[in-house]
């Protein structure tokens, strides 16, 4: 009976390889009930039975099958419910975009800058068309004070005017 038990496990342990390795899982299950019974026909006498033994073995390699078949679908549910949330944000990304574009106007295919000093002054006007939505930009940097600035500019200690610029940027 013990002989018998060992057989037993060494036929689960084997089948539990065959389908771990990814093999044909019905090839498993039919390799271990013959490696089992090859092994009790070797550990019992003529008219000793080992039936109860093998209806055990199915009985373990039907549960550690159905196992298997339990984790792989669970496993498949996962990665089909991770799809279906990547393609709802995917879809809300989508929504999104559109919204926006719908806002903002339509989505401008290019992207413009334009800058220039005004002559005999301090200031700087940018104009920007960026994603269908345009930007002005006044600027004052003083250059009287260059003078007063360092061989880097503006980062030399207490300067004065020279570190004072104003800014301002509005959406238009």
Avoid at 5 to 18: G, H, K, P, T, Y
Avoid at 77 to 100: D, P, W
Avoid at 120 to 131: C, P
């Amino acid at each position: 009976a013990k002989q018998l038990r060992i057989a037993r496990d060494a036929a689960v342990q084997a089948f539990r390889r065959a389908a771990a390795t990814g093999g044909d899982e019905y090839a498993g299950l039919v390799e271990a009930q013959r490696s089992f019974a090859r092994a009790a026909e070797e550990a019992s006498r003529s008219e000793w039975t080992y039936d109860e033994e093998r209806k055990e073995l199915e009985t373990t390699l039907r549960a550690v099958s159905k196992a298997s078949t339990d984790a792989r679908d669970a496993v498949i549910a996962a990665a089909q419910a991770r799809a279906g949330v990547f393609a709802l944000l995917k879809k809300l990304a989508l929504e999104l975009s559109a919204a926006t574009a719908s806002r903002l106007g339509a989505d401008a295919p290019w992207d413009a800058a334009v800058a220039a000093r005004v002559p005999d002054t301090n200031v700087n006007v940018a104009l920007g068309l960026q994603r269908g939505k345009s930007t002005v930009q006044l600027s004052c940097v003083p250059d009287d004070s260059s003078a007063l600035l360092g061989a880097s500019g503006f980062n030399k200690p207490k300067v004065g005017a020279g570190d004072l610029a104003v800014s301002w940027k509005g959406d238009v």
